[in-house]
């Protein structure tokens, strides 16, 4: 488009001008839109956006800020008819998963497997998108898997879903004693694990009712370095482990799979739900959640909170505000401590390169829907009896509104192009101090995957304290079901109406630990949520006890597990999110998201390291620092 022409209402266009709009290479959507704008320019083209009819019912129009549809919000629609276009010709057919074609082969077990290749495939599913291959199970014999008749062509397969283990016999004696004697016996045998977890599985046949399976023991094995015979084998040494300290109905279920390191102008306010901007200028705004980048090569993470220093190691004051991230994120060299360095400042984006195409990509496509919603708005209007006034009445608000949003939008969108592409402009801080990735810090070994950026002041004129903008995908009343599903336990308890959580605490380890709400069986559930630089805001089910896993390079860690909310919920997290506040409804932080473990592009579990720890590890550096209406207490 010619840049002159941006600003431009379509309605002062000359013929010649609107060849751009109307000729041959465009589409006939687009077309239409700009046909309907030049049909009525008191409605979609003027300064004025309410409609002349309605005078004869109101004395005194209130025309809003509405300056006409422009040059710009159309080539917005045009970019998506094109892209649209490239898409039809490229995307492939799919194959759903809600039933199963069943070939006779699918039913025989072919060694080294030890079960068929049906029960491998859908063991698991629903957990996510693309769920583990089961390799064993100590309950075969005694659980069969729903199978269906050999040459059957449709089956309802069961849909499953991860939970969190919570005031059980096993719990109390997890940490201490049941996964080192584990740890122990894999050891003996050579069986290299990448994580050790608990979990329920909640199962869903046909239209059934939600059922609870029993308490699992879940292990990953490092891909390709076992088989099915050899966790089998193992697998009567864990249920004596358990035997021996007196827990029963525990099963033993093993499959395959790595841990995988997650990183991937001031900023705005954080909008109100009626704006049209609200959720969209996320990726600019200070609520928690910011996506973050290095600007040395655009590796893309989140940032997970902002504390201030108050005072500097050796007493003196500092007015310096600090924002917490993942040291892979901050850093491409692990291994090694950083500490800031004036002379080669390693500088941290507020938003990466992709990250910032993709908001300019939402924010095209609201325009697009905009002018859509405005255009439909005016063809009904038209077709409605003069009489009815109730209708024209409600019309009219709606477009002005309508409108007065496809406005601001547009200013949205200029703004995002004028003060972000440039990367400099979007240097947010400089990494402050980064140690290494470690394991070892102290005997409860928890991952220190931390570190600290000292954030422009200019960059946080808008910032108030910790608090998480919670997005524009739900409403305040949709997340209270979600957090909450049964209505004894969500009374009382609200999200606030304008979506942004305050973070009020960091979560003791003895709360959550404890949770304080329940499913519809009463045993206790633990729901908790994330907003992250990949994946937005995603809820999930905390595990309850924690999970132990071992690196490719053996390294061997504790962490704090959160699984995949629904089958339909998608990915908790993905690349990209590292760094992302892991919290609850009530506002309290439980861990800073930093792995996962995938199986090719879905996420079954997400790892992260609990804030109650994170928080005495900044204190070794920053000991007078505050945390901006987090409160924090030692155990």
């Known amino acids: 488009m ?8 379509i309605v002062d266009l000359t013929e010649e001008e609107l060849t751009a709009f109307m000729g ?51 080539e917005c629609l045009k970019q998506e008819a094109s892209q649209s276009a490239q898409c039809d010709e490229i995307t492939p057919d799919t194959r759903p998963l809600g039933d199963a074609k069943t070939p006779l082969s699918f039913h025989t077990i072919v060694p080294p497997n030890l079960i068929s290749e049906y029960e491998m495939h859908f063991y698991y599913h629903g957990i996510s ?46 940490d201490n004693t049941v996964v080192p004697q584990i740890k122990a016996s894999m050891k003996k045998r050579g069986i290299k694990y990448s994580a050790i977890k608990t979990a329920r599985f909640s199962i869903v046949k ?35 482990i358990l035997t021996a300290s007196q827990i029963t109905g525990v099963v033993v279920e093993w499959y395959e799979g790595s841990v995988v390191r997650l990183a991937g102008q001031p900023l705005m306010r954080a909008e109100r739900r009626t704006n049209a901007k609200f959720g969209l200028n996320h990726p600019f705004n200070i609520g928690l959640g910011i996506p973050i980048a290095r600007q040395s090569d655009d590796t893309q993470g989140t940032l997970t909170f902002l504390f201030k220093e108050v005072k500097t190691i050796s007493g003196e004051p500092s007015d310096r505000i600090l924002a917490l991230t993942t040291k892979h994120v901050a850093s491409l060299d692990t291994t090694t401590d950083f500490v800031l360095n004036d002379a080669e400042p390693q500088h941290i984006l507020a938003c990466s390169d992709r990250r910032l195409s993709r908001a300019i990509a939402e924010i095209q496509k609201a325009v697009t829907n905009g002018l859509r ?85 200019e960059k946080l004129g808008n910032f108030e304290k910790n608090n998480v903008d919670l997005g524009n995908q739900y409403t305040a009343r949709q997340l209270e079901d979600l957090f909450w599903p049964f209505a004894d336990v969500r009374e009382g308890r609200r999200i606030p109406t304008n979506l942004q959580l305050p973070i009020r605490a960091a979560l003791t380890c003895r709360r959550a630990l404890n949770p304080d709400t329940e499913n519809r069986n009463g045993d206790p559930l633990f729901i908790v949520a994330k907003y992250g630089n990949t994946t937005k805001l995603t ?32 990915n908790f997290s993905d690349y990209g999110d590292s760094g992302s506040l892991i919290f609850t409804g009530d506002g309290d932080a439980l861990a800073i998201l930093h792995s996962g473990m995938h199986r090719g592009s879905y996420n079954h579990v997400t790892y992260g390291t609990p804030i109650w720890w994170v928080i005495q590890q900044i204190l070794t550096r920053y000991p007078f620092a505050t945390f901006c209406g987090m409160t924090y207490i030692t155990e």
Not at 151 to 156: H, K, N
Not at 211 to 227: D, E, L, M, Q, Y
Not at 232 to 237: E, I, L, S, V
Request: with cysteine.
């Open 2 to 9: 010619d840049p002159s022409l941006r600003n431009r209402k």
């Open 206 to 240: 046909d239209r059934d009712e939600e059922s609870f399976g029993p308490i699992v023991i879940w292990i990953a094995v490092r891909p390709k370095t076992t088989n099915a015979a050899a966790v089998r084998d193992a697998t009567p040494d864990i249920l004596d």
């Open 129 to 174: 998108g693309n769920p583990p291959r089961l390799l064993w199970r100590s309950n075969l014999e005694s659980d069969p898997f729903p199978t269906p008749p050999a040459g059957a062509r449709f089956f309802s397969i069961p849909r499953k879903t991860a939970h969190g283990v919570f005031n059980t016999p096993l719990n109390k004696l997890w």
């Open 24 to 74: 041959d290479n465009v589409s006939s959507g687009v077309k239409r839109i700009v046909d309907k704008v030049r049909a009525h320019p008191d409605k979609l083209g003027s300064k004025s956006s309410y409609l002349p009819c309605f005078t004869v019912y109101f004395s005194l129009p209130h025309p809003l800020p509405f300056s006409g549809v422009t040059c710009s919000m159309v």
């Open 539 to 570: 809820l999930g089910h905390y595990s309850g006890m924690d999970a132990y896993i071992c690196t490719d390079l053996g390294e061997e860690s504790r962490e704090v597990a959160v699984y995949n909310y629904s089958k339909t919920s998608g």
């Open 373 to 457: 919603d405005a255009a439909e708005l005016v063809e009904e209007s038209e077709d409605t009896p003069d009489d009815d006034v109730s209708y024209l009445s409600r019309a009219r608000n709606t477009l002005d509104n309508k409108n007065e949003g496809n406005t601001s939008l547009q200013t949205l969108l200029d703004e995002v192009k004028a003060n972000w592409t440039d990367s400099n402009g979007r240097r947010f801080g400089v990494v402050d101090w980064a140690p290494h990735i470690s394991a070892r810090v102290d005997d409860r070994h928890y991952t220190r995957d931390i570190a600290t950026f000292a954030v422009d002041k």
